[in-house]
C-alpha cells in the first residue's frame, strides 16, 4: 500500500484524480439522489408556476406527468451525452473535451438558478436534461482520461477511484438534501446546482495539468510531449517501458484513429471483449442495485426506523459504499479484476436470495425487517467493492486506443439505457412479484458470476496487446488438444 501511494504523490496524479473526479463521475452520483430530497418543493413548483403562466391550476395528472419528465430527462441526457464521447474526446482531445464538459455544466446551472425566479418549469427540464448529458459525457470521459494516464502496475487502482467519487457524489448529493442543510423549500434551486462548483474549480485547475499520455502519443505522435506528461504526473523518470508499449500498440493500429461504435461492434476478434461488456455491464444494470435503492425507503419504514430518520440511516449505506470502494482501490492491484468482479457478483446473488426470504418472511418475527436492513448495508458492500469500480477498469483494458472511446460509449449506452428501462418496469415488476422479484436479480448476479469465473481472462498487470491475446484463446467449448495450446499460450 506503501508504494502505492507513493507512485500517487511523487508527481500530480494525485490532484488529476481529485480534478476529474469532482467535476466527472462525482457529478453523475450527486444528481441521481439529490433530486429524492425536494421533490414535494418541485412539484409545488411546477404547479406554482403553471398556476401563474396560464391563471388555473394544472390537473393532478398534469404535474405528475412534468415531474416524471424532470425525472426520466436526466437518464435521456445522461444516454445522449454517453453517445458523443467517441465524436467530443477523438475531436477536442482529452482535457478539452473535460473543460469542455465543465463549461457546459456551469451554463447549465445558471438555467436551474433562474428556473424557479423565471416560473419556468421548461427550464427546469431542460437543465435536467443537460445536467444528463454532462453526466453521462463527463463520467465517461473521466475513466478513459485516467486509463490513458495510468501505469499499467497501477491501472486498476487509479481507474476505480471513478467509482468512488461516483458514491461519494451519491452520499453527497443524500446529505445536501438533509433540511438542516439545503433540504429547504426556499433553497431547492441551489441544491440542484450546487455541485457545479467542483465543475468551476477543475476549469481553473485543469489547463495547469499534461493530457493523456497515451493520447499525447498515438493519436497526436508527440513522444516527448507524452514522455513530458508522464513525468508531471509521476514523477522523474525516462518512462522508456512505457512508452514502448504504446509504441507497439500504435504500431497495431497501423496509424488508425478512433473508430467508431458499429466499427467495434463490426469487428470478428473483437466479438469476445464486446460480449463480455454485454453481460457483465447488463447484469450490472438489473442485479437489483436500482431496485433495492428505490426500495429502502419502504424497507426501512418496516423495520422500524422513524420516518425522520430514514434518511441519515441511508447515509449510512451511503458511507458504506464510499468506504468499500476505497479499500477495493487498494486491493484491485492485488486480488485482480476477475476475483473482486465474481466475488461481488456471487455476494449480491446469495443476498438478494436472502432478501426475499426475509420479505417474504417479515410477518413472522419483529426481527426479519432488522436482517433485511442488514443485507441490503451487505449488499451494497458487494456492489461497491465489486462491479460498481470494476467494470470502468476493465472496459479501459481489454481495449486497444483505437477502440476504447467507442468501448465507453458502448457500457454509457448500456448503462443509461438500462437505467431508463428498468425505472419503467420496477414499478410493475414489484406489483406483479413482490419479494419473489428479487429471485430474478439474483439468477442475474449468478450469470454474471459464473461468466466471469469461467471466461473472462484477468487482465492485471498486461497491456492491452497481451489482453487481446487472451481473448482470443478463449475456448467455451474446445477440445483438449485446443485447451493444451491455451495453457501454452498462458
Request: charged share 15%; net charge positive; hydrophobic share 50%.
Amino acid at each position: 500500500m506503501k508504494s502505492l501511494l507513493k507512485e500517487l504523490v511523487c508527481g500530480k496524479a494525485l490532484v488529476l484524480i481529485v480534478v476529474l473526479g469532482f467535476a466527472g463521475s462525482y457529478q453523475t452520483g450527486f444528481h441521481l439522489t439529490v433530486i429524492s430530497s425536494p421533490s414535494p418543493y418541485i412539484q409545488s413548483f411546477i404547479n406554482s408556476s403553471w398556476t401563474y403562466r396560464y391563471g388555473e391550476c394544472p390537473g393532478e395528472k398534469t404535474v405528475t406527468l412534468i415531474w416524471s419528465a424532470v425525472i426520466s430527462l436526466f437518464a435521456v441526457g445522461g444516454l445522449v451525452g454517453s453517445m458523443t464521447i467517441t465524436c467530443v474526446a477523438s475531436h477536442l482531445g482529452r482535457k478539452t473535451a473535460v473543460l469542455f464538459n465543465s463549461g457546459l455544466a456551469v451554463v447549465v446551472a445558471i438555467f436551474m438558478y433562474i428556473s424557479k425566479p423565471t416560473n419556468s418549469f421548461e427550464l427546469l427540464m431542460l437543465s435536467r436534461f443537460l445536467f444528463g448529458f454532462t453526466s453521462g459525457l463527463g463520467g465517461s470521459i473521466h475513466s478513459l482520461y485516467l486509463g490513458e494516464s495510468s501505469p499499467r502496475k497501477i491501472r486498476g487502482m487509479v481507474i476505480l477511484t471513478t467509482a468512488t467519487f461516483t458514491f461519494f457524489g451519491k452520499l453527497s448529493g443524500q446529505f445536501a438534501g438533509l433540511r438542516e442543510i439545503l433540504g429547504r423549500e426556499e433553497w431547492w434551486n441551489i441544491l440542484l446546482c450546487v455541485s457545479t462548483c467542483f465543475c468551476a474549480v477543475q476549469m481553473v485547475i485543469l489547463p495547469f495539468l499534461p493530457d493523456a499520455p497515451q493520447y499525447i502519443l498515438m493519436e497526436k505522435g508527440n513522444k516527448e510531449e507524452c514522455r513530458k506528461a508522464l513525468q508531471v504526473l509521476w514523477g522523474p523518470g525516462d518512462y522508456e517501458m512505457e512508452i514502448e508499449e504504446m509504441l507497439a500498440e500504435q504500431a497495431v493500429m497501423g496509424g488508425e484513429h478512433s473508430k467508431s461504435l458499429l466499427d467495434m461492434l463490426r469487428v470478428k476478434h473483437l466479438r469476445w471483449q464486446v460480449f463480455s461488456l454485454l453481460v457483465i455491464c447488463g447484469c450490472v444494470q438489473f442485479s437489483g442495485n436500482s431496485a433495492i435503492t428505490s426500495f429502502s425507503f419502504n424497507i426501512f419504514s418496516e423495520a422500524g426506523i422513524p420516518v425522520d430518520k430514514i434518511r441519515h440511516v441511508t447515509l449510512g449505506v451511503g458511507t458504506s459504499e464510499v468506504l468499500t470502494s476505497i479499500i477495493s482501490s487498494f486491493l484491485i492491484e492485488s486480488m485482480g479484476r476477475r476475483v473482486l468482479l465474481w466475488i461481488g457478483f456471487g455476494g449480491m446473488s446469495v443476498i438478494t436470495a436472502l432478501i426475499t426470504v426475509t420479505l417474504y418472511l417479515k410477518d413472522w418475527s419483529f426481527v426479519l425487517p432488522y436482517i433485511t436492513v442488514f443485507l441490503i448495508f451487505l449488499f451494497n458492500i458487494f456492489f461497491a467493492g465489486g462491479p460498481a469500480g470494476v467494470v470502468q477498469s476493465i472496459t479501459s483494458e481489454i481495449f486497444i486506443q483505437s477502440y476504447r472511446p467507442a468501448a465507453f460509449m458502448f457500457i454509457g449506452i448500456l448503462r443509461w439505457l438500462g437505467l431508463a428501462i428498468f425505472g419503467f418496469m420496477f414499478p410493475f415488476l414489484i406489483a406483479a412479484l413482490k419479494s419473489l422479484s428479487f429471485v430474478l436479480f439474483s439468477c442475474v448476479c449468478l450469470i454474471a458470476a459464473l461468466f466471469v469465473f469461467f471466461i473472462l481472462p484477468e487482465t492485471k498487470g498486461k497491456t492491452p496487446l497481451e489482453i487481446s491475446q487472451e481473448f482470443k484463446n478463449i475456448r467455451v467449448c474446445g477440445s483438449s488438444e485446443d485447451k493444451r495450446v491455451l495453457e501454452i499460450k498462458l
